[in-house]
């Protein structure tokens, strides 16, 4: 039986389509997507996780106001009817709360555009420009209850340039994005949780 993977998006979801690209193609690939799930109505990653033939599904986080708990609670509905076994965390921009990642716990993965432990939060590209850093990257990582924190799964490495802006680091991040999220996404439903390195 194929490991059922839903995926949590707010916005254009080039990571998320790259995830359910990878195990459409794959007739051997141990999980299949049964659910694309945003915080935003209006995040273009729907409409294309809809013409890859995926479900969808809409909790906007605005109506809850600072209730973090009372979104999670409507958050969980579509989750619960589509039964994953994996969620995937892609560019979701909202912080959980520990009971909703305990909930998950073991079973959720987020993609972080540096290379943890270092950046956390926002901003990655421009604190490690202004770091002064040779090197940046992405991390895949099991999510627990402390922000951009829990077990690492995977990373990937790329070369800082010497005129580099925020924006031209963060592209050559978000291929190397591309590349790690699917490649530990199949591992993770294999039962392979060694750390990948690339
Ligand atoms: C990605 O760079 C991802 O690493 C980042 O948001 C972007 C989403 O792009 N996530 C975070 O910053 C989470 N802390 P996408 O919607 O094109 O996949």
Redesign the pocket.
Known sequence: MKKRVAIL?????????RLVQSMQRDPDHPATPCLVLSNRADAG?LAKARAMGVPTAVVDHRPFGADRQAFETELMMPLMDAKPDIVC?????RVLTGEFVDYWRGQML????SLLPKYK??H?HARALAAGDREHG?TVHRVTAAL?DGPLLGQAHVPVLQDDTPETL?AR??EA?HQLYPAVLRRFAAGDTSFLDI
């Open positions: 998006i707010s916005g254009g979801g080039s990571n998320m389509i990653g965390l892609a560019g979701f921009m987020n993609i972080h555009p939060g926002l990655t992405c951009d963060a991040v978000l994005e």
